[in-house]
């Protein structure tokens, strides 16, 4: 494995390292002492281990949810899944993907520098998705070789500093400053979210004031509430799709117990997420301070979806509810329109509807919370459907892209690269 290929696998596609690195720059530029460097590198990768390892609890929930959905109704279509499609996507366009992702992150760094937007994007999964879109894209256009590579690589840090200009002043009003951004390639539908949030909503009525009967008082506890929201919905599931069903993900555990425990994970999973959130912000802010006097000035780290989660917790409950209500109503709608079934997956939907719930509940309180995630749930329904088209041999798998924001600017770089 030569430097570069080390540099692409080991350390630009792990978002901990990344985010590591990025910590100990600015603390270089600041001239802190060793015994800082090491903590604070420290602790901002175990920070962002603890919040994959939340994601993966949480993840492993869903996957059995969906599961259980998919044995029961036997629905056939394409399952919206971003690591899947990558995977799809490397036995051909590997290499492109690499050296976009990592002459990507160079622009990204040269476009904050010389341009208004200041911000550096540190979600490297996210990054290297984008980069094997662009890949697919651009090469059913029919560009290969320099000229994707190097196209593509601007496509990329502009997408990396556009996205989270675009979110940052419905981010302000989440985190009451100006410290960090979004750095999650969902941002159109969180964005809609915000604006259709404060169309219909009331942001003085956030969900995190509810009036809870005193009877009820343990519900004012976001993981109480969670947990036990999540073990309805899992026993309900277990109880239409019935023993046989649910027993080839249980095993041999009873399946109502199993329906039980799956909540109770999951709300574990959502409890560690939040501590890894608290644990980067509180080393990557100071940090970034290094970064913004002495590199790029004013800069902003943007981060991954969950960093929202801990501002709103019950909002992210509801807009995951109401992105998936929105999705499976839209699985019907595309049906009508003769467009491609795009099946609602669990995993998109929990993360993209419960940041889009947050982003609604900032503008527009509890009934922008589930609106805009209901929103949410149709954009990443129908636009995916959009996509497949421009995805060339890629749009014939069963699984695609799911985030919104692959969705469009794959749409309108497949639209231009086939223009010119």
Known sequence: MGFFEFLMDEILSIPAVLVGLMVLIGLLLQREKVSKLLSGTLKSIIGFLILGAGAGVIIG??????????????????????????????????????????????????????????????????????????????????????????????????????????????????????????????????????????????KNKSTEDMKIPENWSFLRDSLVATAITMVVMFVILVLVAGPDVVATYAGEQNYIMFGIMQGVTFAAGFSIIMVGVRMILTEIVPAFRGIAEKLVPGAKPALDIPVVYPYAPTAVLIGFIASFIGGLISMFLLGIFSLALIIPGLVPHFFTGAGAGVFGNATGGRIGAAVGGFVNGVLISFIPAFLLPVLGNLGFENTTFGDSDFGVIGIIVGFLANLF
């Open 61 to 202: 929930s869903l996957d059995s949810l969906g599961g259980i959905i998919f044995d029961r109704f036997d629905v056939q279509g394409v399952i919206p899944n971003n690591e899947a499609i990558v995977a799809l996507a490397q036995q051909t366009l590997g290499a492109e993907t690499a050296l976009i992702m990592g002459f990507g992150f160079i622009a990204n760094i040269l476009f904050a520098r010389f341009t208004p937007m200041k911000y550096i994007f540190l979600t490297g999964h996210h990054t290297f998705f984008m980069a094997a879109l662009l890949s697919a894209v651009l090469g059913t256009a029919g560009l290969s070789g320099f000229w994707l590579v190097l196209i593509g690589s601007l496509i990329l840090g502009f997408v990396m500093v556009l996205m989270p200009a675009i979110g940052q002043p419905f981010m302000r009003q989440i985190t009451g400053g100006n410290d960090i951004a979004i750095g999650h390639f969902g941002t159109i539908g969180y964005v809609a979210s915000g604006y259709v949030g404060k169309a219909v909503g009331d």
